[in-house]
């Protein structure tokens, strides 16, 4: 039986875990499916007679042909959008051709009898951020006030019944081409208030900090994380100073550890990165989860072992799938 695990080559998480996979004896392929359908290849067959009812799944890479039928277990880790042909001069053509390779994937992933982490449909509500809000607040977790709006009326009153030193805003997502840190609301956020008719914001009490937590989750394994946010030069979000920020391993409740494990349950995933904040008077306020979050820092700083916890995961229920 075979792992697959989707990324891109020089995704550091993928080719850490699958190192992990190869020491404990696994077989890891990594797949990036940018590379459909202009450089690989899917072939997916159903026969029905009268005796028989045979599937076949295959993939076409440069590194060789994979049966799917011999995949226990993958991990939907960053998939890539397909691309396509250069050939390809249209626009019409080239978003026809990138909606139907997305539609045959999406459908032979969710086709095969494999182990997810995290399956590809539940990891893609996952990452709802007002699901994981409603989700976290049902299970016990203390939550920020939120507000997401693209009403310039609701945002103003937000900010104002609150005064703006204690508000922050936020972006859903995203990219190396469009960042998006955390901000406190200022002078400067206020003066562009009226933005905010152009698309949706996150708008957030502000929570004070004695630490940012970490939390990966593996299953029923908690790894947790205090990065000490507010000895870094931005303390509204210690991603902008990653690299003269302490980070160590730390321990939480056990109300808590059971609470996040029920807040996964519910959301239907195996893995997640959390983002808690305790406070200076010890309260755990949940801030967001990323089922596709990064751990590498956390795991150089800490030495928890988060990539082994992932390929033990991973292989325990691929060699079930062998079994069977």
């Keep these: ?5 989707f990324a891109t080559q020089a995704d550091e998480h993928a080719t850490a875990v699958a190192a992990e996979l190869e020491q ?14 202009d450089r690989a290849r899917l072939i997916a067959r159903y026969e029905t007679c009268e005796h028989c009812r ?37 626009h019409d053509h080239q978003v026809f051709v990138v909606s139907e390779t997305h539609e045959a994937l999406r459908g032979l ?6 182990f997810w982490i ?3 449909g539940r990891d893609e509500v996952a990452h709802r951020k007002l699901l ?4 976290a607040q049902q299970v016990g977790l203390e939550i920020p006030s939120t507000l997401v709006t693209n009403d310039v009326t609701a945002a103003r009153s937000y900010v104002d019944a609150r005064g703006y030193r204690n508000v922050i805003c936020k972006a859903f997502s995203a990219t190396e081409q469009q960042w998006r840190e955390t ?20 708008f957030q009490e502000y929570v004070p900090a004695d630490v940012d937590l970490r939390v990966t989750i593996v299953g029923d394994q908690i790894f947790a994380a205090a990065i000490h946010s507010q000895e870094s030069q931005y303390p509204v979000d210690f991603r902008m100073d990653m690299t003269n920020t302490r980070i160590e391993a730390d321990e939480l409740p056990p109300d808590v550890c059971r609470r996040l494990l029920e807040l996964m ?13 305790r406070t200076p008077d010890g309260r755990h306020v949940f801030l967001e989860v990323n089922p596709a979050g990064q751990w590498l820092f956390v795991e150089v700083a800490t030495q928890q072992p988060i990539a082994a916890a992932v390929a033990r995961e991973l292989l325990t229920h691929d060699r079930a799938a062998a079994r069977a």
């Design 54 to 90: 045979e599937r076949v799944f295959l993939l076409e890479l440069d590194a060789g042909r994979i049966d799917l039928a011999h995949v226990g277990a993958a991990w939907w880790r960053r998939p890539q959008h397909p691309t396509p042909s250069p050939a390809l001069r249209r």
């Design 183 to 202: 901000r406190l609301v200022r002078e400067q956020e206020l003066a562009a208030l009226d933005n905010v008719r152009y698309a949706p914001v996150i």
């Design 109 to 114: 992933w969710h086709a095969l009898d494999a």
């Design 132 to 135: 994981q809000l409603k989700v």
């Design 265 to 277: 349950a519910r959301l239907g995933i195996v893995y997640g990165a959390v983002d808690l904040r």
């Design 1 to 5: 039986m075979s792992v697959l695990i």
């Design 118 to 120: 995290n399956d590809p």
């Design 24 to 37: 404990l004896g696994g077989d890891a392929v990594i797949v990036d499916t940018s590379l459909f359908p």
